[in-house]
Protein backbone atom coordinates (compact mmCIF):
# COMPACT_ATOMS: atom_id res chain seq x y z
CA UNK A 1 0.00 0.00 0.00
CA UNK A 2 1.58 3.51 -0.88
CA UNK A 3 0.51 4.88 2.39
CA UNK A 4 2.23 2.35 4.52
CA UNK A 5 5.48 4.57 4.95
CA UNK A 6 3.16 7.38 5.87
CA UNK A 7 1.10 5.15 8.99
CA UNK A 8 4.02 3.82 10.09
CA UNK A 9 5.97 7.03 10.45
CA UNK A 10 3.47 8.99 12.29
CA UNK A 11 2.37 6.16 14.58
CA UNK A 12 5.91 5.04 15.60
CA UNK A 13 5.36 3.33 19.46
CA UNK A 14 7.57 4.71 22.44
CA UNK A 15 9.62 1.87 23.54
CA UNK A 16 9.71 2.37 27.61
CA UNK A 17 12.64 0.40 29.30
CA UNK A 18 16.24 -0.13 29.84
CA UNK A 19 17.00 -0.98 26.41
CA UNK A 20 14.88 1.92 24.90
CA UNK A 21 17.10 5.25 24.26
CA UNK A 22 14.70 7.61 25.93
CA UNK A 23 13.37 7.73 29.51
CA UNK A 24 10.35 8.79 30.98
CA UNK A 25 9.80 12.93 31.94
CA UNK A 26 7.49 13.80 35.21
CA UNK A 27 6.31 16.56 36.10
CA UNK A 28 3.65 16.68 39.11
CA UNK A 29 3.58 12.77 39.22
CA UNK A 30 2.39 13.05 35.60
CA UNK A 31 4.50 11.57 32.97
CA UNK A 32 4.43 14.34 30.22
CA UNK A 33 6.89 13.34 27.97
CA UNK A 34 10.14 11.48 27.35
CA UNK A 35 13.95 12.22 27.11
CA UNK A 36 16.90 10.67 25.14
CA UNK A 37 18.70 8.76 27.67
CA UNK A 38 21.81 10.59 25.88
CA UNK A 39 21.26 13.67 27.70
CA UNK A 40 20.55 12.30 31.24
CA UNK A 41 24.36 13.33 32.04
CA UNK A 42 23.91 17.04 31.19
CA UNK A 43 20.50 17.52 33.02
CA UNK A 44 22.46 16.58 36.04
CA UNK A 45 23.90 19.82 36.02
CA UNK A 46 20.52 20.87 37.93
CA UNK A 47 19.83 19.00 40.85
CA UNK A 48 18.11 21.75 42.37
CA UNK A 49 15.17 21.42 39.44
CA UNK A 50 16.01 18.04 37.70
CA UNK A 51 15.86 14.64 39.53
CA UNK A 52 17.70 12.50 37.53
CA UNK A 53 17.40 8.68 37.85
CA UNK A 54 18.41 5.70 35.80
CA UNK A 55 14.48 5.63 34.37
CA UNK A 56 13.00 8.78 34.76
CA UNK A 57 13.49 12.69 34.93
CA UNK A 58 11.45 14.72 37.32
CA UNK A 59 10.95 18.09 37.70
CA UNK A 60 11.00 19.50 41.27
CA UNK A 61 10.45 23.08 40.89
CA UNK A 62 7.73 24.45 42.77
CA UNK A 63 5.33 25.17 40.62
CA UNK A 64 5.61 28.77 40.49
CA UNK A 65 9.19 28.44 39.81
CA UNK A 66 8.74 26.19 37.00
CA UNK A 67 8.54 28.58 34.22
CA UNK A 68 11.89 30.35 35.32
CA UNK A 69 13.91 26.97 36.19
CA UNK A 70 13.18 25.34 32.63
CA UNK A 71 14.12 29.08 30.75
CA UNK A 72 17.54 28.64 32.57
CA UNK A 73 17.94 24.64 31.63
CA UNK A 74 16.57 25.35 27.97
CA UNK A 75 19.02 28.09 27.41
CA UNK A 76 22.09 26.08 28.33
CA UNK A 77 21.01 23.11 26.77
CA UNK A 78 20.66 25.28 23.63
CA UNK A 79 24.60 26.47 24.14
CA UNK A 80 25.44 22.79 24.26
CA UNK A 81 23.58 21.58 21.11
CA UNK A 82 21.07 19.46 23.44
CA UNK A 83 17.93 21.62 21.97
CA UNK A 84 17.67 22.57 18.56
CA UNK A 85 15.62 24.71 16.22
CA UNK A 86 15.00 27.53 18.59
CA UNK A 87 11.97 29.47 18.08
CA UNK A 88 11.28 32.23 20.69
CA UNK A 89 7.84 31.11 21.18
CA UNK A 90 6.04 30.04 24.33
CA UNK A 91 4.04 26.71 24.23
CA UNK A 92 2.65 24.83 26.98
CA UNK A 93 3.70 21.98 28.86
CA UNK A 94 0.74 19.68 29.33
CA UNK A 95 -0.35 16.67 31.13
CA UNK A 96 -1.41 14.80 28.23
CA UNK A 97 -4.11 12.87 30.29
CA UNK A 98 -5.99 15.77 31.69
CA UNK A 99 -4.95 18.29 29.38
CA UNK A 100 -3.94 20.46 32.17
CA UNK A 101 -0.77 23.82 31.72
CA UNK A 102 1.98 22.40 34.16
CA UNK A 103 4.13 25.33 32.99
CA UNK A 104 4.96 27.43 29.99
CA UNK A 105 8.39 26.52 27.99
CA UNK A 106 10.22 27.28 24.84
CA UNK A 107 8.43 25.58 21.48
CA UNK A 108 11.99 24.02 20.40
CA UNK A 109 12.42 22.15 23.96
CA UNK A 110 9.03 20.18 24.00
CA UNK A 111 10.85 18.06 21.50
CA UNK A 112 13.62 17.41 23.67
CA UNK A 113 11.59 16.28 26.02
CA UNK A 114 8.92 14.61 23.98
CA UNK A 115 6.16 16.70 25.40
CA UNK A 116 2.98 17.31 23.93
CA UNK A 117 2.45 19.62 21.44
CA UNK A 118 -0.59 20.95 19.89
CA UNK A 119 -1.00 21.92 15.97
CA UNK A 120 -3.58 23.35 13.64
CA UNK A 121 -3.84 23.04 9.89
CA UNK A 122 -6.47 23.07 6.77
CA UNK A 123 -6.75 22.00 3.69
CA UNK A 124 -7.20 24.45 1.44
CA UNK A 125 -9.69 23.22 -1.82
CA UNK A 126 -11.93 24.39 -4.40
CA UNK A 127 -15.17 22.04 -4.93
CA UNK A 128 -16.95 21.58 -8.72
CA UNK A 129 -20.69 23.11 -8.30
CA UNK A 130 -21.70 19.24 -6.40
CA UNK A 131 -19.43 19.98 -3.87
CA UNK A 132 -16.71 17.66 -4.53
CA UNK A 133 -13.27 18.57 -3.79
CA UNK A 134 -11.41 18.75 -7.34
CA UNK A 135 -8.10 20.79 -6.57
CA UNK A 136 -6.45 21.04 -3.34
CA UNK A 137 -3.72 24.20 -2.47
CA UNK A 138 -0.15 22.95 -1.21
CA UNK A 139 2.25 25.41 0.22
CA UNK A 140 5.95 24.85 -0.25
CA UNK A 141 7.46 26.06 2.79
CA UNK A 142 10.57 28.03 2.80
CA UNK A 143 14.22 27.04 2.33
CA UNK A 144 15.10 28.90 5.61
CA UNK A 145 12.74 26.89 7.64
CA UNK A 146 14.21 25.70 10.95
CA UNK A 147 12.12 22.29 10.22
CA UNK A 148 11.37 20.38 6.91
CA UNK A 149 12.83 23.03 4.77
CA UNK A 150 11.34 23.36 1.21
CA UNK A 151 9.06 20.08 1.75
CA UNK A 152 5.21 20.55 0.38
CA UNK A 153 2.96 21.68 3.37
CA UNK A 154 -1.40 21.92 3.47
CA UNK A 155 -2.28 25.72 2.59
CA UNK A 156 -2.21 26.36 6.62
CA UNK A 157 -0.60 24.95 8.98
CA UNK A 158 1.40 25.90 12.45
CA UNK A 159 1.83 25.34 16.27
CA UNK A 160 -0.69 26.16 18.52
CA UNK A 161 1.44 28.44 21.16
CA UNK A 162 0.49 29.40 24.93
CA UNK A 163 -3.03 31.26 24.94
CA UNK A 164 -4.43 30.21 21.59
CA UNK A 165 -6.85 27.72 20.89
CA UNK A 166 -6.01 24.80 17.61
CA UNK A 167 -8.82 27.55 16.12
CA UNK A 168 -7.18 30.68 17.15
CA UNK A 169 -4.14 29.27 15.89
CA UNK A 170 -5.31 28.08 12.11
CA UNK A 171 -6.81 31.87 11.63
CA UNK A 172 -3.80 33.79 12.54
CA UNK A 173 -2.32 32.07 10.77
CA UNK A 174 -4.36 31.86 7.86
CA UNK A 175 -3.48 35.43 7.76
CA UNK A 176 0.37 35.29 8.39
CA UNK A 177 0.80 31.79 5.80
CA UNK A 178 -1.94 32.95 3.02
CA UNK A 179 -3.04 36.29 3.46
CA UNK A 180 -6.81 34.56 4.16
CA UNK A 181 -8.61 37.57 6.67
CA UNK A 182 -11.41 36.72 8.76
CA UNK A 183 -14.18 36.67 6.14
CA UNK A 184 -12.34 34.34 3.83
CA UNK A 185 -12.08 31.96 7.11
CA UNK A 186 -15.06 31.93 8.22
CA UNK A 187 -15.84 28.62 6.36
CA UNK A 188 -13.19 26.89 8.30
CA UNK A 189 -14.47 23.30 9.36
CA UNK A 190 -13.00 21.27 12.12
CA UNK A 191 -12.39 17.93 10.85
CA UNK A 192 -10.17 15.59 12.86
CA UNK A 193 -7.56 15.27 15.46
CA UNK A 194 -4.50 13.23 14.87
CA UNK A 195 -1.99 11.83 17.30
CA UNK A 196 1.98 11.69 16.10
CA UNK A 197 4.52 9.73 17.95
CA UNK A 198 7.65 9.21 16.43
CA UNK A 199 11.16 10.09 16.10
CA UNK A 200 12.80 13.02 14.60
CA UNK A 201 16.38 14.74 14.61
CA UNK A 202 14.87 17.32 17.36
CA UNK A 203 13.94 14.32 19.66
CA UNK A 204 10.25 13.07 19.65
CA UNK A 205 7.24 14.90 18.30
CA UNK A 206 4.34 14.06 20.33
CA UNK A 207 1.57 16.01 18.71
CA UNK A 208 -2.58 16.28 18.46
CA UNK A 209 -2.61 17.93 15.04
CA UNK A 210 -5.91 19.67 14.60
CA UNK A 211 -7.39 19.16 11.03
CA UNK A 212 -9.81 22.01 9.06
CA UNK A 213 -11.35 22.17 6.10
CA UNK A 214 -11.49 25.21 4.26
CA UNK A 215 -13.01 26.10 0.59
CA UNK A 216 -12.07 28.45 -0.73
CA UNK A 217 -13.48 30.08 -4.19
CA UNK A 218 -12.27 29.10 -7.77
CA UNK A 219 -10.49 32.74 -8.43
CA UNK A 220 -8.93 33.23 -5.17
CA UNK A 221 -4.93 32.76 -5.01
CA UNK A 222 -3.26 32.69 -1.36
CA UNK A 223 -0.47 35.20 -0.68
CA UNK A 224 1.96 34.60 2.08
CA UNK A 225 2.79 37.43 4.36
CA UNK A 226 5.38 36.44 6.83
CA UNK A 227 7.85 35.12 4.20
CA UNK A 228 7.80 31.28 5.54
CA UNK A 229 5.89 29.88 2.28
CA UNK A 230 8.14 29.82 -0.67
CA UNK A 231 5.08 29.08 -3.16
CA UNK A 232 1.34 27.73 -3.32
CA UNK A 233 0.33 25.10 -6.21
CA UNK A 234 -3.40 24.35 -6.79
CA UNK A 235 -2.53 20.82 -7.66
CA UNK A 236 -5.69 18.77 -9.06
CA UNK A 237 -6.59 15.67 -5.88
CA UNK A 238 -4.98 13.17 -7.74
CA UNK A 239 -1.45 14.76 -7.71
CA UNK A 240 -1.91 16.20 -4.15
CA UNK A 241 -2.70 12.46 -2.92
CA UNK A 242 0.86 11.41 -4.71
CA UNK A 243 2.56 13.93 -3.10
CA UNK A 244 1.27 13.49 0.23
CA UNK A 245 1.69 9.64 -0.41
CA UNK A 246 5.18 10.28 -1.31
CA UNK A 247 4.61 9.11 -4.95
CA UNK A 248 5.18 11.87 -6.83
CA UNK A 249 8.48 13.57 -8.79
CA UNK A 250 7.50 17.00 -7.59
CA UNK A 251 8.78 15.41 -4.11
CA UNK A 252 7.30 15.36 -0.95
CA UNK A 253 5.04 16.33 1.70
CA UNK A 254 5.83 17.14 5.34
CA UNK A 255 4.72 14.39 7.62
CA UNK A 256 1.96 16.33 9.54
CA UNK A 257 0.66 17.57 5.85
CA UNK A 258 0.89 13.87 4.54
CA UNK A 259 -1.98 13.12 7.76
CA UNK A 260 -3.81 16.37 7.07
CA UNK A 261 -4.21 15.36 3.53
CA UNK A 262 -5.09 11.35 4.10
CA UNK A 263 -7.76 12.49 6.87
CA UNK A 264 -9.16 14.93 3.97
CA UNK A 265 -9.66 12.46 1.37
CA UNK A 266 -10.72 10.18 3.66
CA UNK A 267 -13.44 11.89 4.87
CA UNK A 268 -14.48 12.80 1.17
CA UNK A 269 -13.87 9.79 -0.05
CA UNK A 270 -11.81 10.61 -2.82
CA UNK A 271 -9.27 7.75 -3.07
CA UNK A 272 -10.22 4.56 -5.22
CA UNK A 273 -12.62 1.84 -3.24
CA UNK A 274 -10.16 -0.72 -2.54
CA UNK A 275 -7.53 1.83 -1.19
CA UNK A 276 -9.95 3.76 0.98
CA UNK A 277 -11.02 0.35 2.75
CA UNK A 278 -7.69 -0.37 3.21
CA UNK A 279 -6.84 3.29 4.91
CA UNK A 280 -9.67 3.28 7.03
CA UNK A 281 -8.85 -0.24 8.46
CA UNK A 282 -5.06 0.57 9.15
CA UNK A 283 -5.95 4.11 10.49
CA UNK A 284 -8.26 2.98 13.19
CA UNK A 285 -5.98 0.20 14.35
CA UNK A 286 -3.08 2.49 14.87
CA UNK A 287 -5.58 4.46 16.81
CA UNK A 288 -4.13 8.26 15.54
CA UNK A 289 -6.98 9.22 13.71
CA UNK A 290 -9.92 10.41 15.72
CA UNK A 291 -13.20 12.82 14.32
CA UNK A 292 -14.26 15.82 15.62
Known sequence: MRWAPVLAAASAAEQPG?????????????????????????????????????EAVTLTAAASERDAALAEVHAALRALGCIRAWRDEPFPLFD????????????????FW???????????YVADAQGRPTHLWIAQRA???ATDPGLYDNLI???VPTGQTPLQALQREGWEEAGLNAAQMAGVQASAVLRLH?????????????????????????????????GFHLLPVDEAM???????????????????????ALRHGLLPAAEHAALASATTAAGFMRAV
Open 18 to 54: QAAGRVSFFVDGARVGTVARAHLPALRAWPQWLLVET
Open 96 to 111: PETGAVLATMERAAAR
Open 114 to 124: GSLTLGAHANG
Open 143 to 145: FDK
Open 157 to 159: GGG
Open 198 to 230: RDVPEGRQFEDLHAYDLALPAGLRPQNQDGEVA
Open 242 to 264: ALAAGTSPRGRMTLDAALVTLAF
